[in-house]
């Protein structure tokens, strides 16, 4: 079974100031993989998602992950971030496509003016 | 309806009570899930339901907790004699489900129901 790991649970960070959110995934066979965003008061939603091709992916909100599979991580980047960004990021991987994921504990983006 | 739906948005109920939870898929989507998110914690698996294949309920905390899914529609969760550790927003999200999509396996999430055990 696939499992996921969010080291970080708070990441405070200074407007416009660059971010990494990390995640690492226990198992590389088959792995699609997904981040969902959160933000203040609403649903979860879909942020990017890597299932084949190219291991960079984006967002239309200026995020991107990486599929790196010997390290076995998907971490999330902004080059900048902005106030609109405060929400709650969860990595979420799945295996062999099974339709189940399985959501990590998430990392709340906290961007400060 | 445009989304998934869940109801009722809010429950507070008793301790000891019986609860059902009530997810309205996007129409077409054949894969069904429930997830629990406790507060400040993330979100926990409970059962996946896809198309007419028996549903996986690894995820279910004890034989309290069932769920039922009639064809590729309306689905219900159904907690008996809830415990104050059953506080939680009860999340159903939907996907298109195996049709040779990439866009298959992308969920798609309801505002969840939030339950009060008191």
């Known amino acids: 079974a696939q499992s996921v790991t969010q080291l970080d649970s708070q990441v405070p960070v200074f407007e416009e100031a660059p971010v990494e959110l990390r995640c690492n995934y226990s198992?590389?066979?088959?792995?699609?993989l997904f981040w969902y965003v959160q933000y203040p008061n609403q649903g979860l939603q879909l942020l990017l998602k890597y299932l084949s091709g190219s291991t960079l992916v984006e967002s239309i909100n200026g995020f991107e992950a990486e599929f790196n599979k010997s390290q076995t991580s998907f971490h999330l980047r902004k080059p900048s971030v902005h106030i609109s960004d405060t929400a709650e990021y969860f990595c979420?991987?799945?295996?062999?496509?099974?339709?189940?994921?399985?959501f990590g504990t998430g990392t709340k983006l906290q961007v400060i003016p | 309806g445009a989304g998934v739906s869940q109801s009722p948005s809010n429950k507070v109920t008793e301790k000891g009570k019986d609860v059902e939870l009530r997810c309205d898929p996007i129409s077409g989507h054949t894969a069904l899930y429930w997830y629990r998110q406790r507060l400040g914690q993330g979100l926990e698996f409970l059962i996946y339901f896809q198309g007419n294949s028996a549903p996986d309920k690894s995820g279910l905390p004890s034989d309290r907790f069932s769920a039922e899914r009639t064809g590729e529609s309306v689905s219900t969760l159904t907690i008996q004699r809830t415990q104050q550790e059953d506080s939680a927003v009860y999340l159903c999200a939907s996907s298109l489900g195996p049709v040779g999509t990439t866009t298959s396996y992308e969920q798609y999430f309801g505002p969840g129901t939030r339950l009060t055990v008191t």
């Open positions: 198992s590389s066979v088959s792995v699609y």
């Open positions: 979420a991987p799945s295996s062999g496509g099974y339709q189940k994921v399985t």
